[in-house]
């Protein structure tokens, strides 16, 4: 079943021109989107896509753990450069 999701996601983010950023998460560091505390489960469920001309402008990407976040979820952070364009400059 994995194997098929990730295919799908493959396909999907080709066929619209996207990445998902957990690409640029280190996983191996402990760093997981969803934990159950009780039953000591983790992983990297959650997922964000940008168009490709945004990724190229992503500058950090990191999971925020928080003890005041009460969902098992944990917050995505995405930090990205832009340039800002003013028509009357």
């Not at 640029?24 to 940008?50: E, M, N, P, W």
């Not at 950090?60 to 952070?77: F, K, Q």
């Amino acid at each position: 079943m994995q194997g098929q999701f990730q295919t799908c996601n493959i396909n999907f983010a080709r066929e619209f021109d996207i990445g998902f950023v957990d690409d640029k998460l280190d996983i191996y560091q402990g760093k997981f989107c969803y934990r159950v505390d009780s039953t000591g489960a983790a992983s990297c469920i959650d997922h964000f896509a940008v168009s490709s001309t945004l990724w190229n402008s992503l500058k950090h990407v990191s999971i925020e753990d928080s003890s005041a976040n009460l969902s098992d979820h944990c917050s995505v952070i995405l930090e990205i450069t832009t340039i800002c364009y003013s028509k009357w400059s």
